[in-house]
């Protein structure tokens, strides 16, 4: 099977913590940045963030790389995080001109998109959440967020919305945690054009098997609009080159998102704060290839044989034998 | 606020684990579990398991038994976890007829809950998972398990069915892991009588927030059926005594599933391996009531004051000042 | 590089759970279980839990068995968990007089252990930690532990002594509960007979990397004595198939421990509930076999250089080109 | 009993995040962060971090902000975390260059420390980690640490250096990561001015529990240096209000180390994201004085007498008592 790959810009740039608030490395230009992109074979698409990569104003210049750099949009994820008026919330800040702010930019973004050829708007929402106890009417919260994607998803059918669910950070809890709660909410919103974000290491940090998120999503109501790839420890969004921590859940996930008929964009999210990011995008394609090959050569009858079973054993026997080099 | 305490019968028995097969405490006799509970001020009801202390052949003797303890039966939660045939999955077992046979015995505890004036049989599926990846279809499972509640609630609709979830224990994955994954299945079904538990400790070891999952529960559908008390240190369900591992958490739970309009039983559900269940018991009331105290002495208003600014510190002061003696 | 393999015989039993009491496999008798240990091809040792497979009273009908299986016996791990006077802690009970049996018991199984053939007695003192604030005199268990591991250290020093170290289970927290902190009484106790051993699962379980925990235990007093596999998912000790869902970190440990020096027995403790043990047994030899010639395929100057740039990209290129059939 | 407070002045600052770069509240000037200490009724001390309070060319300021604010100077932090050439470690950087200027700015800042009055310098080598396997070589990275504190520590011996171990961030994995082995690298130094800051929440994270990691610290060197508050989820440095989430911990661990003989600071180490640290700063002072009234309440023969039996039930009762309001 041929995937298709598409990188969030920022994968290949610079990266700083609340420590090292100068960067690990070097700063880049947005045309650096394309160049970057477009310098590692098998990236196809971008994705672009507001604020960092795409505002109101550069619209020509974007379409100008876009166009230059032979890539397509996949996605622009509009900025919810990064400006302080957000800090509070951006769909939940207890400031209701704050909340109308999110709105609007969101309806925006989905005009550029169109303009720009791309299909999806991402939402990250990722002030929408809550550090304490006591400090959230969780019910208000939810209702302005499915208020507000109700409002956007309206306002053109013909872009997608898609809730990319996080279980923390930045807020120490999100709103949007994980692949069901989220879908309660887009279900509840019910337009066809709204959907959700599979992050596979979002689902990790979640505790979640992202093969079984991915199963839920297209269960109930057909919502796996998008996949991330990367991959993390387990307990945070360590954002590293995707396969190298959970090779194995990695190729489970990529199995079942192709056998449920997934066949859209593979989009890179990875941070690799101390590593040169083209570099490590370059080689998180090699793993999503490397571990995509060995889902690929996975016959469906073999794995059904060993569902049927519910035989961990023959899981093992299975993975190892497909896998490894050396068995 | 004035609450109703029931407790699961085994909470005031024997503890076993893998290691400690010979079990930490005495040995009680069924006789002696319902002593050992009425003896506890303020239990008014009891949860009976099937096999450990109910079966289709003493109905009688357990009516005899509620009947001269002036104990309300709250809840039957039908065994499907410790018998060996259940061990491969009840609802999600490979073999047709292991499954049928999980619908069979909830309908039977059904009768039986009925016809001892019960209201509730809970679904507390821990069988119904997976060990490994690749050993299981996602979806057919969650099939099975939503065509089993809909038969079982249509079985007959004077008595609830309601799914217990957990993220893992006995499987290293259950697939009825949290509130919202359950409450998807549950909204599948789209049966009055079918709803949801909320245990306290299992949602904190989902890294869920508690208040929250009873939030998403009464949103989407009003299916908060019921609530388990206990605790545990977020890794594993510990089942510690109520309130004394998140005491600040089990407070905004019980202040929230009040203001929520939830006026039911608080069923302990504490496995205190190396203390005597019964002393833990009672301590465990001591602790909801007293952190029930707290939560009852909040005014709504001061807590949406501090919600209104979202703000940390509020949050802090607020509870420092309604819970401590010495501040 | 040829690796040794050995079986603590739970691992081709009957698993059981608080859950499972009956347990979910077949009964297997002591006669049994070393039939099935030696049925598999690659082991060569076996280790013995007291109680479970070894009393004082069958040492003549043990010998035996090892004698007609051609088995080592690599170690005892005397019971000091499954008898319900062990529930509030062996060494650290509070009962001076349990101290004491622990103390002897671990003297008779040292003795026992010489006789057979014997090297190492394992002390995974399960039992002793505690499960709630307040409960403990963290200074004066420890004092205990060390006393009675000076005085077994003592009593003949022709036979190892191995802290098996576990972050929890049974108890919520055990004392020995990482490399280092079981290494700082080691020192303290300063025996050259008294070491530690190493279980892959339970440094994962504590968010310890093996690797680096086995470069602890050598740096520090070279007191890494003995190395269990197997595998888990991060938070409990589910004592899965080795190797299956941390094959990275695996290969990572077989690399360092080799290039250490370390060359004596890999012991399998898996503890697989609802597969056959003896295939899962079989399995996890595979596992180990592939990882462990994916590590012994790594030239210590290509590792090296990856080190000097501790670049994340050139471990995953490195990796990935050793460890994986397609790539 | 009387505590002494101080105040790392980061929290009483701006706070910035990976996606917030621009910060979350207002830039103060280091004449406004003291002034912002200083107002905090209580705050009698504080700790400077090199680069964002501290340089080699301000020391004159900061002495007369120092005297203008009549707060006595607990410690100074150099930066080995906040400049890019740290990223790949200060000291266990591969570049032998940085290394060498990691123990210059120790020895430069002990020079500062000393002139301005202070007494700790504490080492908080966030950097000293790693992310990935095979990119470390455990025992090269902690014997370059050991032969830096060993001359640091040689360096003057009236200024005391005190390592904060952390288990990750900045770095996915830390060196210094746990009491336990931070302490064996400390001891193996064998310096008497070489020690350990114990932050709450770096041990929460850690999966210690605090109480039990100063009683290490204690017993094995007398190594417990400072002590630093704060609290988190369990999974993250989330820094919050000290208290807020493990009230009984934290009360635990302050009973303990006042217990063990602990008399000096404790030092704020909160970094409140969206609240203002001020007040944050003012609020977790009334948190640890308030869970401190209720650690001083306790009679030891109380506590002894629950340790004795190791009760749980004794434990919940006791704590119930001393700490609520309403009982």
């Excluded at 394609?285 to 690929?296: C, K, N, R, S």
Aim: charged residues 30%.
């Amino acid at each position: 099977m041929k995937r298709k790959y598409s990188v969030e810009l920022s994968n290949v740039g610079q990266y700083v913590d609340r420590y090292m608030a100068c960067g690990y490395n070097d700063d880049y230009s947005i045309e650096q940045l394309f160049d970057r992109a477009k310098s590692v074979k098998k990236i196809t698409g971008c994705e672009l963030c507001g604020t960092w990569h795409i505002t109101e104003k550069n619209v020509e210049q974007i379409r100008d790389l876009i166009g230059s750099h032979d890539l397509q949009l996949v996605s622009i994820i509009p900025d919810y995080f990064a400006q302080r008026k957000w800090g509070h919330g951006a769909f939940t800040s207890p400031d209701p001109a704050i909340r109308q702010e999110a709105i609007r930019d969101t309806k925006v973004f989905m005009d550029i998109c169109a303009d720009l050829g791309g299909e999806i708007v991402t939402v990250w929402n990722g002030q929408d959440g809550y550090d304490y106890p006591f400090t959230t009417n969780y019910m208000e919260s939810r209702t302005w967020i499915r208020d507000a994607m109700k409002e956007c998803a309206n306002y053109r059918k013909d872009i997608k919305l898609s809730i990319e669910y996080k279980p923390r950070e930045p807020k120490m809890r999100s709103f949007m945690s994980d692949a069901s709660s989220t879908l309660l909410l887009v279900n509840d919103v019910n337009e066809e054009n709204l959907g959700v974000t599979l992050d596979f290491g979002h689902s990790i940090m979640g505790i979640e098997n992202p093969a079984e998120a991915a199963h839920i999503l297209k269960m109930y109501g057909n919502k796996l609009f998008h996949c991330h790839v990367n991959d993390n420890y387990g307990r945070w969004d360590d954002d590293c080159i995707a396969g190298t921590i959970h090779p194995i859940e990695t190729t489970e996930y990529l199995y079942w998102v192709k056998r449920l008929g997934y066949d859209s964009w593979f989009s890179f999210d990875q941070y690799p704060y101390r590593e040169d990011g083209r570099d490590a995008l370059e080689e998180g394609i090699e793993w999503i290839e490397t571990l995509g090959a060995v889902a690929d050569s996975l016959d469906d009858d073999e794995v059904d044989e060993v569902i049927k079973t519910q035989n961990g054993v023959g899981f093992a026997k299975l993975i190892r034998e497909h896998m490894f080099k050396v068995y």
